[in-house]
């Protein structure tokens, strides 16, 4: 049974850092393109970053831009998202999401693009 596991999650003071992990179970991951999306407190899911199955192609959102950078290692079956200096409006429940390569395309984030979908993890900012 397919199933993608988020990990990496916590709470941590402004100006911290955090990996996010997504590991992939009952599927190859290098077949498909990936993102991060994530939902705060009273707000729509929003779209964070995008990675493509082969990793030579990355996408973000103009907040995620020079701090946030996502990566993968197919031989891991992981795709990362590594967060730097986070600040309180990241505080949210991150999920990551996929879709075999080539079927994402115009709106990388459209959430309805997207077919397997990971149980969230939560990702505190906070002093």
């Known amino acids: 049974q397919w199933q993608f596991v988020e990990s990496g999650g916590g709470s941590v003071q402004p100006g911290g850092s955090l990996r996010l992990s997504c590991t992939a179970s009952?599927?190859?991951?290098?077949?498909?393109?990936i993102a991060w999306f994530r939902q705060a407190p009273g707000k729509e899911r929003e779209g964070v970053s995008w990675?493509?199955?082969?990793?030579?192609?990355?996408k973000y959102v103009d907040s995620a831009k020079g701090r946030f950078t996502i990566s993968r290692d197919n031989a891991k079956n992981t795709v990362y998202l590594q967060m730097d200096n986070l600040e309180p409006e990241d505080a949210a429940v991150y999920y990551c999401?996929?879709?075999?390569?080539?079927?994402?395309?115009?709106?990388?984030?459209?959430?309805?693009?997207?077919?397997?979908w990971g149980q969230g993890i939560e990702v505190t900012v906070s002093s």
């Open positions: 009952g599927f190859t991951l290098n077949y498909y393109d």
């Open positions: 990675i493509s199955g082969s990793g030579e192609t990355t």
């Open positions: 999401a996929g879709s075999p390569s080539g079927v994402v395309v115009g709106n990388f984030w459209d959430e309805g693009q997207y077919v397997y």
